[in-house]
């Protein structure tokens, strides 16, 4: 059984019932899945548009992640079943989905702990950087060193 069954950077819209369909599995008896999308402010500042950069490495990053919670569910004896994890790259617009996870696991409590983990470690470890256009014409990189 393939764990890891769908990860990747696109440039085009992202599709829920995609990451969804990819993490059925018969075994599990909760899927836990994590939608993010652009808003329309940040820290109390109008925003217009963003676009998402990534590193060449990010992808590779992005499964190394993935495996390593897997890893880690596993090694607690109460393993996830499967996991996925796409994220949008290139200019998107207010209510676009950027980032989809998705973790099924045979339990609720394993399912929802671990899509927490994909999504905080993506965002915490993965080299994609957002360019923020505000309202007032001021611009932002968000995640860039």
Request: contains cysteine; proline residues 4%; charged residues 30%.
């Amino acid at each position: 059984m393939e764990t890891i069954t769908l990860v990747g950077l696109r440039e085009s819209p992202l599709s829920v019932d995609e990451v969804l369909s990819s993490v059925g599995d018969p075994e599990a008896g909760g899927t836990a899945f994590f939608l993010g999308t652009v808003r329309d402010h940040d820290h109390g500042r109008g925003v217009r548009n963003l676009t998402y950069e990534a590193h060449p490495r990010a992808e590779r990053d992005m499964r190394g992640v993935l495996e390593r919670v897997v890893a880690d569910f596993a090694d607690t004896g109460r393993p996830v079943r499967k996991v996925a994890a796409l994220h949008r790259v290139g200019p998107l617009a207010i209510g676009d989905t950027a980032v989809v996870v998705a973790a099924a696991a045979a339990h609720r409590e394993e399912a929802f702990s671990a899509c927490r983990r994909l999504i905080d470690d993506i965002k915490d470890e993965v080299p994609i950087w957002k360019h923020q256009e505000f309202a007032d014409g001021e611009t932002e990189w968000v995640g860039a060193c």
